[in-house]
């Protein structure tokens, strides 16, 4: 069964610093999703990774995707209040979804 | 608004109750999804449906009974409702036929079990 880990579980930083957070998966997958969830809120995609050495930056947040070592990354750039959210990352496995359980960002003014 | 949209947005409920969550989604998408988010923010998929077929059944309490009239509708009805059910109930759906392609999330159920 597939099992996906993020870490940190919770990152607090100040603003203006950069960071990544870390999502490893147990079996071969192709395709991964970041998502946003704001307190109280829904998920907001943020983007989708199709395949290996996949980046794509949005912002000040960048994520890449290196199927090989089953390893995603979220990377952030100069951290603004406004990026206070909890994370998941989410592999497909076969028919299913399979999320991490989150990562916890506060920004510090 | 093109969207996942879910009612109620919050229940309160005393255990032993009996309770339904609806879903609909006017974005044209085949494939609608259960989840359920514990008091951890740990996600998981509960059920899925294609155009009105069970595809996904986890390892769910029988309690737990998906409906879909049509695959605009995805329902979920809870019986003899626990106190281990309080949790957010977010209903998803996906064009295409798996969870190869993007899921688009409700605002959510919170449910709580007193």
């Known amino acids: 069964e597939l099992k996906v880990e993020q870490n940190p579980l919770f990152l607090s930083m100040q603003e203006g610093k950069n960071y990544t957070i870390y999502c490893n998966y147990s079996?071969?997958?192709?395709?991964l999703y970041w998502y946003r969830q704001d307190p109280g809120k829904s998920l907001e995609s943020l983007f989708v990774?199709?395949?290996?050495?996949a980046v794509k930056q949005e912002g000040r947040l960048m994520a890449s995707l290196d199927t090989k070592a089953r390893l995603s990354t979220l990377h952030i750039t100069a951290a603004v209040h406004d990026l206070s959210a909890t994370y998941f990352c989410?592999?497909?496995?076969?028919?299913?979804?399979?999320f991490g359980a989150g990562t916890i960002l506060r920004v510090k003014s | 608004d093109t969207a996942v949209s879910q009612t109620p947005k919050y229940l309160v409920t005393q255990m032993g109750n009996d309770k339904s969550i609806k879903c609909e989604q006017n974005l044209g998408h085949d494939t609608m999804y259960w989840y359920k988010q514990d008091s951890k923010k740990f996600l998981k998929i509960m059920f899925s449906?294609?155009?009105?077929?069970?595809?996904i059944n986890e390892t769910v309490p029988n309690r737990f009974s998906p409906k879909s009239p049509d695959k605009a509708h995805l329902n979920l009805h809870i019986n003899s409702l626990e106190l281990g059910d309080s949790a957010v109930y977010f209903c998803?759906?996906?064009?295409?036929?798996?969870?190869?392609?993007?899921?688009?999330f409700g605002p959510g159920t919170r449910l709580t079990v007193l």
């Open positions: 998803a759906s996906s064009p295409g036929q798996s969870s190869y392609n993007e899921q688009f």
């Open positions: 449906y294609n155009n009105k077929e069970l595809i």
């Open positions: 990774l199709l395949s290996n050495g």
């Open positions: 989410a592999v497909v496995a076969g028919n299913k979804l399979v």
């Open positions: 079996t071969t997958s192709d395709r």
